[in-house]
Nanobody, 114 residues
């Protein structure tokens, strides 16, 4: 199993930016698809961005054009750059392996004020 530790969340005004980081305990990014998920209060967890082992990216329609996922295989870290944040982006953000879920980390809380 892989341990995942998210960081970088915080309180930001609408229109602002944050950069989230996710560190993994093993060298997996070169062989799996990694994703950023989020769970807003009272809602199901959803996948918002993913990046394949080869670097191809995909985004949920709700964040397309505003969020960018990237990774550093050597550092075993995946990032989520979030720009033009909206109040509806408020959620706990998690990273995980897509289609091969590992134990969830503690997540990092992003709060966007209007």
């Amino acid at each position: 199993q892989v341990q995942l530790v998210e960081s970088g969340g915080g309180l930001v005004q609408a229109g602002g930016s944050l950069r989230l980081s996710c560190a993994a305990s093993g060298s997996i990014f070169s062989i799996v698809t990694m994703g950023w998920y989020r769970q807003a209060p009272g809602k199901q967890r959803e996948l918002v961005a993913s990046i394949t082992s080869g670097g191809s990216r995909d985004y949920a329609d709700s964040v397309k054009g505003r969020f960018t996922i990237s990774k550093d295989n050597a550092q075993n870290t995946v990032y989520l750059q979030m720009n033009s944040l909206k109040p509806e982006d408020t959620a706990v953000y998690y990273c995980n392996v897509v289609r091969l879920l590992q134990p969830w980390g503690q997540g990092t809380l992003v709060t966007v004020s209007s």
